[in-house]
């Protein structure tokens, strides 16, 4: 009972008093004020830890008639030290002050964000500025943008100065695309035929929530119980989180509910690598489908993925849209346990990479041959994902045998390689050739309510909310 009480004292003493309330504003008034003195009171409403630069001198003048946020204060600030010469660094738990001439000495990446970092600070915005149904307006994701780059915790990768300012002008055009993307807009924001999709978009974390990251919908792990080779059945829980959840717009879509794929690669090739994220987002979702019987079908389920130009006049290649047949929660389930059971079993000693999947579905090839050619050929080799996997020199391993090669085929990618195939059926450009219709005819057998097959069997006493 003590230690209880004095666990509840403790969490009670460790929330910070400036947390207190999100809404607080401050105002932000100031007559020839020097630089230190501003960033005295820039870090008291901020919370930052500041290290200024003995070389930081020089008086501004702030006005604003209208209260702000600390966020806000905190850009303000930036802003300001910007037009006299000045930029943050952070280093650490600390932000530097120094002169812009130096702040390309003292950063890590003085040019860019890595891709990953990018694409996951630009879906913050994004996520953040959508409240509403229809997708936001550019005024409102510049606002967001600014405040999320504030406060990010990569932030510090961002370049200075001038090179923030192209930056910037960058992210908000791939912002601007994705959002026409996903509103079904043309260049100019002309109007389309191209499906759009309806906000506000929601994530929805199964089992553990990260604390650091953006809020989601939170649900119960799904447990399954999985077949592992050589081990026999274990129970396991899976966790994560997916991408954002949307639907898709107009009447006769009104029970299409899925994922809302926003990749910051402006490379089309990409689709069928970003679709594998939307996949394990649309069984999960089907798996733990709350208060439906487990024989009964949910929503019909589908993925989009929006992605910008290449280069700032090339149009934004239009969304990527994949629908899927309906789904059971008993179905699903034991599509995740197959690959769970696949991927607990350890490494495997053969090569069988998704790009060969998806270039053998294109060109009508053999599953073995398209693995072949992934193989032997440098250009598709060097591109090749498994490269960016854990196993070292992933192309020294053999192909499976054709029966392996077709069941892993069908359990792994067949739900995935249908959709494609029916996509291509309705005039989405995905390829050439029907090499989709070996896993297409497959579908069905996993599909089955009652789906045992492989390494994943269904755990009606698992629960998922």
Not at 65 to 90: C, H, M, N, W
Not at 135 to 164: C, I, K, M, S, W
Not at 210 to 228: A, Q
Not at 309 to 335: D, I, N, Q, V
Request: charge should be neutral; glycine fraction near 8%; proline fraction near 9%.
């Amino acid at each position: 009972m003590k230690r209880t009480a004095a666990l509840v004292l403790l969490l009670a003493f460790a929330v910070p008093v400036r947390g207190a309330s999100e809404d607080a504003t401050i105002a932000l008034n100031f007559q020839d004020v020097e630089l230190p003195v501003l960033a005295k009171f820039v870090s008291d409403v901020t919370g930052r830890n500041f290290i200024v630069d003995d070389r930081v001198r020089g008086k501004v003048t702030i006005i604003s008639p209208t209260r702000i946020t600390p966020d806000e204060a905190y850009v303000v600030f930036q802003s300001v030290l910007q037009v006299k010469g000045f930029t943050t660094v952070p280093s650490g738990s600390f932000v530097k002050i120094v002169p812009v001439r130096d702040a390309r000495e003292t950063t890590d990446e003085p040019f860019d964000l890595p891709r990953t970092l990018e694409r996951a600070l630009l879906n913050e915005v994004l996520l953040g500025a959508w409240t509403d149904e229809r997708p936001p307006e550019t005024d409102h994701l510049a606002q967001h943008y600014d405040r999320a780059v504030a406060r990010y915790r990569a932030g510090h990768r961002l370049p200075a100065a001038l090179f923030r300012d192209n930056v910037r002008r960058r992210h908000l055009r791939v912002l601007q695309q994705w959002v026409a993307r996903a509103a079904g807009r043309g260049p100019e924001g002309s109007a389309t035929d191209a499906p759009s999709v309806l906000g506000p978009p929601r994530r929805v974390c199964f089992g553990r929530p990260d604390p650091h990251g953006p809020p989601t919908e939170n649900r119960d792990p799904i447990r399954l119980s999985v077949t592992v080779p050589g081990r026999g059945p274990i129970e396991v829980e899976l966790h994560g989180t997916t991408e954002p959840q949307v639907r898709l717009a107009g009447a006769e879509n009104q029970q299409a509910a899925g994922s809302l794929i926003l990749a910051s690669s402006p490379y089309g090739e990409n689709d069928d690598r970003d679709s594998l994220r939307g996949l394990v987002d649309v069984m999960a979702m089907a798996a733990s489908s709350k208060e439906r019987p487990v024989d009964a079908p949910v929503p019909v389920p589908f993925l989009m993925v929006c992605r910008p130009a290449r280069l700032s006049h090339e149009k934004s290649p239009p969304a990527h849209l994949l629908r899927f047949p309906e789904l059971t929660p008993a179905a699903a389930r034991g599509y995740l346990g197959t690959l769970a059971g696949a991927l607990l079993g350890g490494l495997h000693p053969y090569l069988f990479p998704s790009d060969a999947i998806f270039r053998g579905a294109d060109k009508g090839m053999p599953i073995l041959d398209a693995i072949e050619q992934t193989r032997l050929d440098n250009y598709y080799r060097d591109r090749s994902a498994s490269n960016q996997g854990p196993v070292p020199n992933p192309f020294e391993y053999p192909a499976p045998n054709q029966t392996d090669a077709v069941r892993f085929q069908s359990e792994r990618f067949g739900l995935l390689l249908a959709a494609r195939a029916a996509a291509k059926g309705h005039g989405q450009q995905t390829g050439d050739g029907d090499g989709d219709a070996e896993a297409a005819v497959s579908l069905a057998e996993i599909l089955r309510p009652d789906f045992t097959r492989g390494n994943g069997t269904s755990n009606p006493k698992g629960r998922a909310r």
